[in-house]
């Protein structure tokens, strides 16, 4: 849901209504006091200061700027300057100065944010300056960028095997039914081989009787992978590019099946009952993303706060109840036994939690160009 999308404000008032105006402000654990009485830093290092943050255009942006923002600078005196856009941040911090980087804060997912850090473009934060990290699962911190504190990473949207249960002669259970005679020709496939690459990957050890592995498949078997996709391209009907143009597909029946971002396809379950989807456990993965604060910023410690408040119960539930997925545990069981809708598609206990896992962003990065060049040229397109 930080992600870019094409959720209608509609969805984002919604979710606003649904959670309410009681956020709380960094670390206090309850709702926002009286207004007046709100503790405020407004006095002291952080006034007149100003934190510069890259989000992303649409949710992103709506949320930062209608919940996040305006509690973060009555609690601290700054003042809090967006700039929103899609994948330009990286670029922007590379093409400054490194002593004067655009931005204080920044919001990436792994596939830039991974090299990225490697090339020094962010510092390390203090992890005790943000104690809200400690409710999340651990299963979404356990990657290096966490563990050398660069940054928090938190689920977005879970990979979703959407389908037309009037057009689909069986009630899909997991990525192996992709396979199956009755749809071929008739899938739609995200074009970006981050998710598709592995939901080929899916198919490919479901097929082999061994669902729940195809992060390893990736990471072991990377060529068997893009030859198991190339075999199977034929199946696609249609290559997707937006997650509107995936819903389109799907309601105007151009296609029968096939991967989806949750986020979407909360939206559209909650709306109507043309389109149904499951999210098989086993070899469920997340899009990964996490905030950064670039090498050059003097406003670390405003950044901390900020981040903070990203992670409080209050604001992960609001983000939740609008269809993006939550690390939390009380508030996923919260949101979970209200929404049925996003119960179906978000882990949302103890042991749901514990077993989150991302993409196989690392060994997507040691072999980038090897997998865009088959991807693009063998996949997409045959050569």
Known sequence: MWLPTAMARRDFL?????????????????????????PSRSAGEFKGA????????GFCEQAF????????E????????????????????????PDQPPYDLVITDATQGYPAIQEGLFQQIDFDKV??????????????????????TFP??????????????????NWGDLLRSEVEGQIGLYNSFYMSLYTFACMKVAQEGRE?????????????????AREHRRRVKYWWTTSSDMVLSLTQRNCRLGNMHSPEMFTLLKEQTEVAAVVPRRDRAFVQVMWLVPAGSRRRELAEIAINLIFSAEVQEFLARAGSATAIESVAAKVAADVPEWKALYPSTAEGLADLRYYPYEAYARHWREIVDAWDRTVLRES
Not at 50 to 57: M, P
Request: with cysteine; charged share 15%; hydrophobic share 40%.
């Open 74 to 97: 009555e609690a601290t005196g700054a003042t809090v300057i967006l700039d929103p856009g899609w994948w330009d941040s990286i670029p922007k911090i590379k093409a400054s100065p």
């Open 14 to 38: 919604r979710g606003l209504a649904a959670t309410g105006a009681a956020l709380a402000l960094p670390g206090c654990g309850g709702s926002l006091p009286d207004r007046s009485t709100a």
């Open 156 to 173: 977005d949207s879970v990979m979703t095997l959407a389908y037309r249960p009037d057009l689909v002669p069986f009630q899909p259970q």
């Open 131 to 152: 104690p809200n990290h400690q409710a999340l699962a651990p299963a979404v911190l356990k990657n290096w960028v966490c563990d050398e504190h660069y940054g928090i």
């Open 50 to 57: 100003q934190l510069r943050v890259f989000v992303y255009s």
């Open 212 to 228: 729940g592995t195809a992060s390893h498949e990736v990471e072991t078997n990377l060529d068997g992978v893009l030859a198991f």
């Open 65 to 72: 700027r209608d919940i996040v923002m305006p509690r973060l």
